[in-house]
C-alpha cells in the first residue's frame, strides 16, 4: 500500500503543478529533492511571485525509520518504527479576492521493533481560505467535496465537512482558519471499508481537487482590488499563520521528526501584517467574512 500510494502522490503532483503554472503563466516551480538522514526524503515544488500565484508549494514526501519519543508518547506505544508519506500544498493567491487553499493526502505506517506492521491508516483533506466572502465560491468549493464523498459512503461529507470546521478552529481567536471543506484522519480498515476502500477514498478526494479550486480561480483572479483590500488579506493571513505554527498536527510532526524546514514551513505566506487589536468597520465586508467565520454554517 504504501508504495502504491507514494506512487499515487508523485504523479498528482506532477498534474497539479502543471494546471497551476498554466494558470499562473508566468512563475513555474522551483524544484528540490532532499532526503532526511533518519531515513527517506521527499521533492519540494515551490512557485513565487506568479502573475496569479504570490507563494504556493506543492510537496511530497516519504520518511520512515525510529518513531520519536515524542511521537511515541502521542501515539502511547514504545519502541515503535514508522513511514509515513503525503502530499501537502498551499496557495497563496496575490489578488485578496481570490481564496488560499489547503490540501494534504497522507499514509501512515507503524511497526514494532521486530518490524511488523501493527497499524496504519490515510488522513487528509482540503479546505478553502477566503480573504472576501463570495457565497458562489464557497457552494462551489463545497459541492465538489460532497460528490467526491458521495462516491463512497452517503456520511462522508457531513461527517468530515464537520471535522474541519472542528480541526481549523483558531481557538486564540474563537474563529474558524477560513469556511472549511474536508478533514478526515486516522481511516483505518474497519467493517464497512478496507484499506483499499480507503485508498479510492483518499485518492478521489486527491482527484478533485483541482476541479474544486481551479474555477474559483479563474473567475475571481483578474478582479480589481485596493490597497485597503490588500492589506486586509494581510491581516487575515496572520491569522493563517497563527493556526500552522500554533495548532497544525502536520506542522508539529514534521518539527518532531526533523523533517525538513523548508519544506514544513512552505505553508507561510511573505506578506503579513499584525495589527493591534484591528477591527473590521461595522457592515463592512470584511465583518461579514469575520461572522461567518465565528458561526461556520453550512454551503450545501
Not at 37 to 51: K, L, S
Not at 116 to 144: K, M
Not at 158 to 176: A, I, L, P, Q, V
Not at 243 to 267: A, P, Y
Request: glycine content about 8%.
Amino acid at each position: 500500500m504504501k508504495d502504491k500510494f507514494y506512487a499515487y502522490i508523485e504523479k498528482l503532483q506532477d498534474t497539479i503543478t502543471t494546471a497551476l503554472e498554466n494558470l499562473d503563466g508566468k512563475a513555474t516551480f522551483k524544484e528540490d529533492i532532499w532526503k532526511r538522514p533518519e531515513g527517506g526524503g521527499g521533492r519540494t515544488r515551490v512557485i513565487e511571485n506568479g502573475v496569479v500565484f504570490e507563494k504556493g508549494g506543492v510537496n511530497i514526501s516519504g520518511v520512515h525509520g525510529a518513531l520519536p519519543k515524542s511521537m511515541q508518547t502521542y501515539f502511547g506505544v514504545e519502541n515503535a518504527n514508522f513511514f509515513a508519506c503525503g502530499l501537502s500544498l498551499v496557495l497563496h493567491p496575490t489578488n485578496p479576492m481570490v481564496p488560499t487553499v489547503h490540501a494534504n493526502w497522507r499514509y501512515f505506517e507503524m511497526y514494532d521493533k521486530e518490524g511488523n506492521l501493527v497499524d496504519q491508516w490515510f488522513g487528509g483533506g482540503q479546505d478553502l481560505t477566503p480573504y472576501y466572502l463570495f457565497e458562489d465560491d464557497a457552494i462551489h468549493f463545497h459541492t465538489v467535496c460532497k460528490k467526491a464523498c458521495d462516491a463512497h459512503q452517503p456520511e462522508f461529507y457531513k461527517k468530515y465537512k464537520k471535522r474541519c470546521d472542528d480541526y481549523f478552529w483558531n481557538t486564540h481567536r474563537n474563529e474558524s482558519r477560513g469556511i472549511g471543506g474536508l478533514f478526515f484522519d486516522y481511516c483505518k480498515i474497519n467493517e464497512r471499508m478496507t484499506m483499499k476502500d480507503w485508498y479510492n477514498f483518499v485518492t478521489e478526494v486527491g482527484d478533485h481537487f483541482l476541479e474544486a479550486y481551479i474555477p474559483i480561480v479563474l473567475k475571481r483572479k483578474n478582479l480589481k482590488f485596493s490597497q485597503q483590500e490588500r492589506d486586509w488579506q494581510e491581516i487575515r493571513r496572520g491569522r493563517y499563520v497563527e493556526f500552522n505554527l500554533v495548532h497544525d498536527k502536520g506542522t508539529l510532526f514534521g518539527l518532531r521528526t526533523n523533517g525538513r524546514i523548508e519544506s514544513i514551513l512552505m505553508s507561510l505566506p511573505p506578506h503579513v501584517q499584525w495589527r493591534y487589536d484591528y477591527q473590521p468597520i461595522a457592515g463592512s465586508k470584511e465583518e461579514k467574512l469575520v461572522d461567518i467565520l465565528k458561526h461556520p454554517k453550512e454551503w450545501v
